[in-house]
């Protein structure tokens, strides 16, 4: 069964640092891999989406990397903001099939001005 | 991108009542749809995955008595949790997809509080 850690489980950073966050999963058969962003009390906002054949995605201040071989992708934000501020959820979608995306932890960033 | 509504997107209900939460693909078909659950501070856990027109498959430790799944259409798909006790207040978030090769697509959740 498909896992998925994020570490940290919290980060506190001041403005403008570049930090990044980092996902695991224990079956390497993934589709695909998906970064969101989750603000308190809210829904999900979808980042990043990487496929299985991808190394790297990038968007604005964002770069996702995806290493499926040793189970890991890396959430890069550059320049943080306090608008930053949020948990960010990595999940993937293994091959297997009709599967739903199975989700991390999150880590919740603070991005103190 | 495709759009998924959520509907009521908060409730308070007294215990042993019965709520019904709607998630609707709003411009596209969804052939399947994933509800999920969310307790604060934590991911969001799924519940069971439904296809149109089938019963829906539920995940280990969540009652089918108790969460009534309901996928009757392509862009609808109804959560109904019976019998409400409190420590079913909980963020639920559902989810749909076209095809397996597609991405899904979350609803903007319905926060649950029984009091």
């Known amino acids: 069964k498909q896992e998925v850690t994020?570490?940290?489980?919290?980060?506190?950073?001041?403005e403008?640092?570049?930090?990044?966050?980092?996902?695991?999963?224990?079956?390497s058969a993934i589709y695909n891999l998906q970064w969101f962003r989750q603000d308190p009390g809210k829904g999900l906002t979808s980042l990043l989406l990487i496929q299985s054949s991808q190394r790297e995605q990038t968007s604005g201040r964002l770069n996702a990397s995806l290493d499926k071989s040793s189970g890991r992708s890396t959430l890069y934000i550059a320049a943080s903001q306090p608008g930053?501020?949020?948990?960010?959820l990595c999940a993937v979608k293994t091959n297997s099939g009709n599967t739903p995306l199975v989700f991390g932890k999150g880590t919740r960033l603070s991005v103190i001005a | 991108g495709a759009v998924v509504s959520q509907h009521p997107s908060w409730v308070i209900c007294k215990s042993g009542t019965s709520v019904k939460i709607e998630c609707r693909s709003l411009d596209f078909q969804a052939t399947t749809m994933f509800w999920y659950r969310q307790f604060p501070k934590q991911s969001l856990m799924l519940m069971a995955t439904s296809n149109e027109g089938s019963k829906a498959t539920y995940e280990q430790g969540v009652e089918k008595d108790k969460f009534l799944i309901n996928h009757a259409s392509l862009t609808?798909?109804?959560?109904?949790?019976?019998?409400?006790?409190?420590?079913?207040s909980s963020f639920y978030i559902c989810s749909a997809r076209w095809r397996v090769e597609e991405?899904?697509?979350?609803?903007p959740g319905t926060r649950l509080l029984v009091l």
Request: contains cysteine.
């Open chain 2, 76 to 88: 609808l798909s109804t959560l109904t949790v019976t019998s409400a006790h409190p420590e079913d």
């Open chain 1, 6 to 14: 994020q570490i940290p489980a919290a980060l506190s950073v001041p």
């Open chain 2, 103 to 107: 991405t899904q697509y979350f609803g």
């Open chain 1, 84 to 88: 930053d501020s949020a948990t960010y």
């Open chain 1, 16 to 27: 403008g640092e570049n930090l990044v966050l980092n996902c695991s999963f224990t079956d």
